[in-house]
Nanobody, 128 residues
Framework: QVQLVESGGGLVQAGGSLRLSCAASGRAFSRYAMGWFRQAPGKEREFVTVINWSDDSTYYADSVKGRFTISRDNTKNTVYLQMNSLKPEDTAVYSC?????????????????????WGQGTQVTVSS
């Protein structure tokens, strides 16, 4: 069993930055691919980014590419999402997720159903 706890959300002005953290409990964190998703009110959950379990390969949604950076520290069982140049349309609840299926395919990784474990989410609000 894996438990994920996000932190770092908040209110920021457009153009500002936030850094989200996701702390994982349980064993074998280094074997999980870790992703971030977001969901805005009235919208479906949206893939943001994912990082590989071993070689730190990453995928990003086009909407955040060049502005967001995912990273992980396996010694701390933590994955981070650095968000820069934030826009009002980035406003959402951000959730981290983990999957252990060993799948590393861009199309598959964007599907939230691939992920076995989810955090409770943290609110990010970007004011204009």
């Amino acid at each position: 069993q894996v438990q994920l706890v996000e932190s770092g959300g908040g209110l920021v002005q457009a153009g500002g930055s936030l850094r989200l953290s996701c702390a994982a409990s349980g064993r074998a964190f280094s074997r999980y691919a870790m992703g971030w998703f977001r969901q805005a009110p009235g919208k479906e959950r949206e893939f943001v980014t994912v990082i590989n379990w071993s070689d730190d390969s990453t995928y990003y949604a086009d909407s955040v590419k060049g502005r967001f950076t995912i990273s992980r520290d396996n010694t701390k069982n933590t994955v981070y999402l650095q968000m820069n140049s934030l826009k009002p349309e980035d406003t959402a609840v951000y959730s981290c997720a983990a999957h252990t299926a060993g799948v590393w395919s861009s199309s598959c990784l964007r599907n939230p159903h691939l992920y076995q474990y989810w955090g409770q989410g943290t609110q990010v609000t970007v004011s204009s």
